[in-house]
């Protein structure tokens, strides 16, 4: 099986595109790929499928985001739960009526192409989002969860269809099972031709005698799941974890929508996150800044020593390259990030105080190049600026 092609690179536009040149974009493949205007043709059947496939993902801001950052893996709904995503809503992208001008291009109106063309009534079942917390582990390692949701699935009296047993499901007569009718209206233009829902089966192309007594005819009740989630390790808050399939279902046993899985991650006391990288501040006593130390620090899944070399400074940064969050695309890991702040003591005792009046006696200013050519640049300025006036 030959590797999908990027679907920016498939509409011909690029990631700051907006959804008007996406869908304008889009809007030419699939005039020029249409099956209409290309009988016989594989290849330009095969690329106007291309053309639909990534035009679904990137009108879709939630699915885009999604294959932004995880590329196709972000939408396959064959990756054991579909794959990462970002923020947005659901929906169809504006199918509907970019079909309807193409097929209208083809001397049809409305959605009937060339009148003879019936509608496709889509019965996918429509999208969930709930939120789910994670601890910073959790989120950093990944984890497994089950949840419990409530969603549509199919009336188990009637199975699904919403009439009751032994009652039939007829096709409408009024459309032809069409679900759509023809309206012809006179105006001082001339006969205008217009396509409407059938307002005697609501657009469904089906009328239930008997409706279902459980369902109401609906073919459809609200059911209680537990489901299993596998967090990959390495996402981080605000990621959206999207299951294909385990949304509600659609009507007339249509096809199921997808759940989005909203994720929240707690802070952690010690590390703080940015991106794969972490930080934590490290405090240090005076005396092991000045004359150096071997300490044992934390990282997020083991402890090490790190050498704190004699003279180190306040806000000295080291870096602990690999030792940071698992990339959630797999690629390695990142750094942590460790930053010295060297305490001073609040309090003294008399004899600490004694100590350190002998140590600065004993240092003197030639111990702090710093403090002493600090003072070198006071004494210049005061020197160019000249004696003070007096007033």
Aim: aromatic share 8%; net charge positive; with cysteine.
């Amino acid at each position: 099986m030959s590797e999908k092609r990027d679907y920016y690179e498939v509409l011909g536009v690029n990631k700051n595109s907006s959804a008007d040149e996406i869908k304008k974009a889009y809007r030419k493949k699939a005039m020029q790929y249409h099956p209409d205007k290309n009988p016989g043709d594989n290849a330009a059947e095969e690329k106007f499928k291309e053309a639909n496939e990534a035009y679904e993902i990137l009108s879709d801001p939630e699915k885009k985001a999604g294959y932004d950052q995880f590329g196709h893996a972000g939408t396959d709904a064959s990756a054991g739960g579909g794959g990462y995503s970002y923020s947005g809503g659901g929906g169809r992208g504006g199918f509907e009526d970019i079909f309807s001008d193409i097929f209208s291009s083809f001397g049809g109106g409305g959605g009937f192409g060339g009148g003879q063309r019936t509608r496709q009534r889509s019965n996918r079942g429509s999208d969930m989002k709930i939120s789910l917390t994670l601890t910073f582990n959790e989120a950093v390692f990944g984890v497994e969860k089950k949840i419990k949701i409530k969603r549509k699935e199919e009336c188990p009296v009637c199975g699904g269809s919403g009439a009751q047993k032994g009652s039939d499901v007829k096709t409408c007569d009024q459309c032809g099972g069409a679900g759509q009718v023809y309206v012809r209206q006179q105006t001082p233009f001339g006969t205008i031709q217009q396509v409407q829902e059938c307002d005697k089966c609501h657009g469904e192309g089906t009328i239930i005698e008997r409706p279902c007594d459980k369902c109401h005819g609906t073919g459809l009740e609200n059911k209680e799941r537990t489901i299993n989630i596998k967090i990959p390790a390495g996402v981080d808050n605000g990621s959206i974890l999207p299951l294909r399939g385990e949304g509600n279902i659609g009507p007339n046993h249509g096809s199921t929508g997808d759940l989005y899985v909203y994720i929240t991650v707690r802070e952690d006391t010690i590390f703080k996150r940015n991106g794969d990288d972490v930080y934590y501040d490290l405090p240090i006593t005076y005396a092991q800044a000045a004359m150096g130390d071997n300490i044992v620090v934390p990282t997020i899944d083991t402890k090490i020593k790190l050498k704190v070399p004699e003279g180190t400074q306040n806000g000295k940064v080291f870096r602990l390259k690999g030792k940071g969050i698992p990339n959630v695309n797999g690629h390695g890991r990142g750094d942590q990030y460790i930053t010295i702040k060297v305490e001073v003591p609040r309090k003294l005792t008399h004899e600490q105080k004694q100590i350190l009046q002998q140590f600065a006696q004993v240092t003197g200013m030639d111990s702090h190049p710093e403090g002493k050519r600090f003072w070198a640049r006071v004494r210049v300025e005061e020197k160019e600026k000249g004696p003070k006036k007096s007033v």
